[in-house]
């Protein structure tokens, strides 16, 4: 089984910034795209940002240049700093993942949610 932790989410006033983090813990082969997607109420939930285990980071577009995508892929964590802040920033946050892991039969893929993370911008 594998786990995803979050931390970092907070109130924080416009202009400001924040660090969002993301562990994968547990029975782990090889981690393969991390991400982070938020929700805002009465919205759907949106892609932020995500990295491959490559490297290779795409964004969308209302976070582009505020927003950056991170990951140690020694210690399975991918990390969004988050800069430049705006109310339309506020949403609940969550950590994604897809996770090859170990069985005793074998290895299978999985995609993987955190339990969210409240993020609120405002005065």
């Known amino acids: 089984q594998v786990q995803l932790v979050e931390s970092g989410g907070g109130l924080v006033q416009p202009g400001g910034s924040l660090r969002l983090s993301c562990a994968a813990s547990?029975?782990?082969?090889?981690?393969?795209?991390m991400g982070w997607y938020r929700q805002a109420p009465g919205m759907q939930r949106e892609l932020v940002a995500t990295?491959?285990?490559?490297?290779?980071?795409n964004y969308a577009d209302s976070v582009k240049g505020r927003f950056t995508i991170s990951r140690d892929n020694a210690k399975n964590t991918v990390n969004l700093q988050m800069n430049s802040l705006k109310p339309g920033d506020s949403a609940v946050y969550y950590c994604n993942a897809d996770v090859r892991y170990t069985t005793a039969y074998g290895t299978r893929n999985s995609i993987y949610w955190g339990q969210g993370t409240q993020v609120i911008v405002s005065s």
């Open positions: 547990g029975n782990i082969f090889r981690v393969n795209d």
């Open positions: 990295v491959t285990s490559g490297g290779t980071t």
